[in-house]
């Protein structure tokens, strides 16, 4: 419960308390402002606390926005001002203030919560409102006016539009929201959480996952249909977030986090199904697991690397910016990408109709151009801007390489060689890491190369990740961990490495998002411990190649899925751990409306 205080002279026939109710609050009134001091230390400290104007006139949907969003600890509208508990110390010091003014008579009754707003000595958030209506009528005639104002403009029609996400894919846009904004409002009248309708929207692929395994028409025509139905379930949780306001730090973690495990267990659904049918897929479905887990990395190494960068301009990013003005390339640009609804709607349409080979096949080459296209934009802009990347984007950058006690240990032994130099021999050595566990196979010469591998990935970490072309570390550092398994793996030429592989990357790949999940929560990354205890990348690597070495291949198989049993109950205990108590300590909500993934 929410307490609002209403202070000034009630006006008759107004709806405001019954309006401030609806919204979760309980209505308090004050006469002035010493009596709005009075009540306010009679408010349970851990509640939100609104100081609203008698006299105010506007939208409903106005003061949901104003003074019910979980980001902010302090907001304001005209004639509304409210603070959670982290600012309520705040409030009353803004309060004391209006009161000593009231007691002056320099603040005139009345218009007590803008002159809050105005002292309040913290972040103050301000809606946008656009047509809404949100003011403080100082005569009958301004009223009327703001009445009629209010009667014009349809609060819910704005509701369910801004419910979309501004941002989107082609198909999200046209072939989803149109429908699935309707579904949210339905959800949300119907006290659904987004929580809820984010775990609906796992089951359901996950039952698409089963029914692709079938290996049948039947059931490949099911999971079709069924990703797609995920699929919109994934777009009406953020929209049910968006239309009630109900955002949650848990809340954004499952939402990432569910769109990845429903990704690629999906992939793995599609290789058992082929694998019934005498088809065997897993050295497609992982390496599809291998280049989306990539991209994002990407993506995100590049966010982070240029997310506080000052004079962060160059003449590809205003290219870009004038592409954007013009309507058609938008679209063009964002579907190219291949964004989460146009790759999810492939991935159905050729799973009814095809095989997962061909599946596989055409995901493999639409991601790969896409790769290609997104990263060669980002290495021109950064090669043609002069941006100063900050000493948070350095350490960001460094949480996500995710080095281990070997690259700490190399760290303070190796001296520090020039920068480019460190650079191109860490690419060098993952080229050739690949290449020898590709041409060679399983042997002793992998891990040398492996070895040098981990000297050259802990020389391009000694200094702090500021350079132009240093948000590239991470995903070279994904990309050589890996491809080496999955080239080891399908080398070992045994039944069940690839899938005992799948699961190792799987595992792998979920800390490394929850990395990123924590980095844009403002959480920080994962502790230290956690890192030594997973061995790093290059320790990982290092110690994957060995076992291809000593083992048998069917041994290799048993010890790769022993190794992705004991990282994958490593990384979610605590990874469950953080964010469930982080939600339970009321950390900040987080909504990140982000890139399409």
Known sequence: MSTAILTGQPVPGSSLENDLRSLGFDVRVATDAADAETLLPAVPANQRVAVVDARFVG????????????????????????????????????????????????????????????????????????????????????????????????????????????????????????????????????????????????????????????????????????????????????????????????????????????????????????????????????????????????????????????????????????LDSVGWTVWVRRMIVLPIGER???????????????????????????????????????????????????????????????????????????????????VAGAVVLVLAAWIDGPGWSVVLCAAVYVLVSAEVVARPLKGALDWLVPPLFRAAEYGTVLVLAAKADVNGALPAAFGLVAAVAYHHYDTVYRIRGNAGAPPHWLVRAIGGHEGRTLLVTVLAALLTATDFKVALTALAVAVALVVLVESIRFWVTAHKLGAPAVHDEGEPA
Not at 132 to 142: H, S, T
Not at 349 to 376: D, E, K, S
Not at 382 to 403: G, I
């Open 344 to 426: 999810w709607a492939m991935i159905a349409v050729l799973t009814a109709v095809t095989t997962p080979r061909i599946t596989f096949y055409v995901l493999l080459i639409g991601c790969a151009f896409a790769a290609t296209y997104t990263t060669a934009g980002r290495v021109l802009r950064s090669l043609t801007r002069k941006a100063q990347r900050t000493d948070r984007a350095a350490q960001a950058l460094a949480d996500l390489a995710d080095s281990g006690p070997l690259a700490e240990l190399l760290v303070r032994i190796l001296p520090s060689g020039p920068r480019v130099v460190a650079q191109l021999l860490a």
């Open 59 to 322: 939208h409903v949907h106005a003061l949901r926005l104003g003074l019910t969003d979980p980001r902010f600890d302090a907001a304001a509208i005209p004639g509304a001002v409210t603070a959670r508990p982290a600012a309520r110390p705040a409030l009353t010091r803004a309060l004391r203030t209006a009161s000593e003014d009231a007691s002056n008579g320099s603040v005139v009754v009345g218009i007590l919560a803008e002159r809050i707003a105005e002292v309040l000595d913290t972040d103050l958030y301000r809606p946008e409102l656009g047509e809404l209506v949100a003011e403080v009528p100082r005569d009958p005639q301004a009223r009327n006016e703001a009445r009629q104002a209010v009667t014009v403009v349809d609060d819910e029609a704005i509701r369910l539009r801004t419910a979309v996400k501004s941002r989107d894919g082609f198909f999200t846009t046209y072939c989803i929201s149109p429908y699935s904004r309707y579904l949210a409002r339905w959800c949300a009248r119907r006290g659904f959480t987004p929580n809820q309708v984010t775990t609906a929207s796992l089951i359901t692929a996950l039952i698409a996952a089963g029914c692709a395994a079938t290996g049948t028409r039947a059931g490949f025509v099911a999971a079709g249909l069924l990703l797609l139905f995920s699929f919109v379930l994934d777009c009406t949780d953020g929209q049910l977030a968006r239309y009630s306001l109900q955002y949650s730090t848990l809340g954004a973690w499952l939402d990432a986090t569910f769109d990845r495990a429903k990704e690629y267990a999906y992939y793995a659904g599609l290789a058992l199904g082929a694998a019934r049918g005498g088809d065997d897929v897993w050295a497609l479905a992982l390496g599809a697991m291998v280049l989306q887990t990539c991209r994002h990395v990407v993506d995100f190494s590049f966010n982070e690397a240029n997310h506080d960068a000052t004079a962060n301009t160059s003449p590809t990013a205003a290219l870009s910016g004038r």
